[in-house]
């Protein structure tokens, strides 16, 4: 027990030291992680690539649970606004 507790210390006290100590403050800078990975790196479960005039531009899936039956769109489970919420839940509540 003393290895885990010497690693949860650890972390927390890193959090601290990066002014992280409330979770309204972690959550916000995970969700701001989470934004910017799914910016930058786009997904695959959550964007598509569309050929276009000048090339394949990466466009958005629709999120499939709000999307009509009769669109022909490419739908998804993990739309590109669940990547900072998700993170934003896990730095939240869980750290």
Known sequence: MGFFSSIVGAVGSSFVMLGLETPVSRA????TVGFAFQYIAKPGISYVNVPGKGGNKCVAKQFSLLAGKDSG?????????????LLAIIGGIFL
């Open 73 to 85: 769109a490419p739908t998804t489970y993990m739309p590109w606004y669940f990547w900072p919420l």
């Open 28 to 31: 916000l800078a995970f969700g």
